[in-house]
RNA sequence: GGAGAGAUGGCAGAGUGGUCGAAUGCGGCGGUCUUGAAAACCGUUGUACCGCGAGGUACCGGGGGUUCGAAUCCCUCUCUCUCCGCCA
């Protein structure tokens, strides 16, 4: 969340940056600062009073030690009244700082400035193109129907044990999943990010730490008897490994990365968008996370970017970058490029990646901070990108590869697989 | 699942109703000594909020209560550890 630091200071500023979300955000960051005013004034009223009903408590401690009992009884019957007054005050003080939070809390990131203004994806910006797309021939088949040919993935299957968008994947199918999966955290691990392996569960304060809670509450599967929920993204449990930390300068970058299956409610989803490995309710990902110093947050979120791009080069997937609107921006994130891949038999960009910087956003909530040079605690900037979601690029790999002999696997894929052609 | 023990500053660990925000040790930082370092010695070292400032307030796992006054007493929740049971 936005800090309170920054509405109060920059008010201005902050309303004329939220124009390219399409928010008017004029009423909630008013609303704010007027129970801030409230707060502060309470607060005063409050600590006044302790402090006499302290100035008090000593007084009366020493009159009973001088054995002053009459003077020191008459004392504490005079003290009843600012007791009954600070109770008042610090009801007034919770109440305000709930309502405080709450409304900062419904406050989404503030965009980057090179953030376009849109509604929808549609306003997304195409950066660069790279790659040819392949041509298709007649028999050209979409990758749920080579699944089907192949027995790499069985879609009904998945139905039968749990339900739609919990597919089974077997034989070439399952293997190639792991080969991917080896395949992305090897190249992450060489590009110095440490290699862990989360819990998939986590708890709420988890998922506030990251902006999950409260936005996205029924996007998640939850575990009523535990209250815990089923990660959505490794995000969650790699990013929250840094609640509650106080970093050395030095020490940032701090670069972790990890392989998690994830699960989404995808509540609201319907139609050709969720066919075969389109949209799952389980999927595999590997993510990369960066917890950074704020003036090198930028600079690492283009390093970012530049990751995984060469992951699909060396899958020799076509891809597209774009640069979110203000519409399409997450809630968390200040500025987030995603990656699409062709896919071939659909005719479609099929988003595999999203990158984004939250600068303090989630450091805020997560309260993860460095010392700075004077000593001071300031908020770490948090990256994070896919580094790669698996369904879409396997479904991209299946279709653009196809040919009559079977669907040939990339050269950078050989070693993990252990073949080159899927017939 | 059953029984017991515990939760205090970066860490370890005292403190059982009144200058306790908290002893002591370790660690960190600064200094003395040294060509330099180590050792030794001296000093220093939590966070947040309010206030222009002096200063004030809060925080000893969370919440509530008793009391003029709570780290300390009571209730409650959460978590951790040990033992037993079950189990990959």
Not at 61 to 69: A, P, T
Not at 286 to 310: C, F, G, K, N, W
């Amino acid at each position: 969340m936005l800090t309170l630091h920054t509405l109060r200071n920059d008010r201005d500023s902050l309303i004329k940056a939220f124009k390219s979300r399409n928010l008017d955000v004029t009423e909630t960051v008013d609303r704010i600062l007027a129970i801030d005013q409230d707060r502060r004034q309470t607060q005063k009223a409050l600590d006044d009073l302790k402090q006499s009903q302290n100035v008090a408590s000593r007084e009366i401690g020493e009159l009973f030690k001088s054995g002053q009992r009459e003077v020191a009884e008459e004392k504490k019957a005079a003290m009843g009244d600012i007791k009954e007054r600070i109770h008042t005050l610090e009801q007034a003080m919770r109440t305000l700082e709930e309502q405080q939070l709450e409304g900062l809390l419904e406050l989404p990131n503030r965009p980057h400035p090179s953030v376009p203004v849109g509604t929808s994806d549609k306003d997304n910006v195409v950066l660069s193109e790279e790659g040819t797309l392949p041509e298709m021939g007649e028999g050209a088949l979409p990758h749920w129907e080579l699944c089907e040919r192949y027995g790499l993935i069985d879609f009904e299957l998945g139905t039968k044990i749990t339900g739609a968008g919990f597919p089974v994947y077997r034989g070439k199918g399952a293997r190639l999943q792991r080969a991917l999966i080896a395949f992305f955290l090897d190249r992450a691990v060489e590009a110095g990010y440490e290699e862990f392996i989360p819990p998939l569960l986590v708890n709420s304060a988890s998922g506030q730490g990251t902006g999950q809670l409260p936005d996205k509450e029924g996007q998640m599967y939850h575990c009523a008897e535990d209250d815990l929920y089923l990660i959505p993204t490794a995000e969650v449990p790699l990013t929250n490994i840094h609640r509650d930390v106080v970093h050395k300068s030095d020490d940032l970058p701090i670069k972790l990365c990890g392989y998690t299956p994830c699960f989404r409610r995808e509540a609201g989803s319907y139609g050709k968008d969720v066919r075969g490995l389109n949209r799952l309710h389980q999927f595999d990902k590997v993510e990369i996370v960066q917890i950074e110093h704020p003036d090198r947050s930028y600079a690492t979120l283009d390093a970012m970017v530049e990751h995984v791009r060469d992951l699909l080069r060396a899958l020799e997937l076509p891809f597209r970058t774009l640069r979110l609107c203000g519409g399409d921006l997450s809630f968390a994130s200040s500025l987030t490029f995603d990656l699409e891949v062709w896919s071939a038999a659909q005719g479609r960009w099929l988003e595999v990646s999203s990158i984004s910087n939250f600068e303090t956003f989630q450091a805020n909530r997560l309260s993860c901070r460095y010392r700075g040079a004077d000593g001071k605690n300031q908020l770490v900037h948090t990256l994070n990108g896919s580094a790669l979601a698996l369904p879409r690029i396997v479904a991209a790999l299946l279709e653009n590869n196809q040919t009559s002999d079977g669907i040939t696997v990339p050269e950078a894929l050989r070693p993990y697989t252990g073949f080159s052609i899927i017939n």
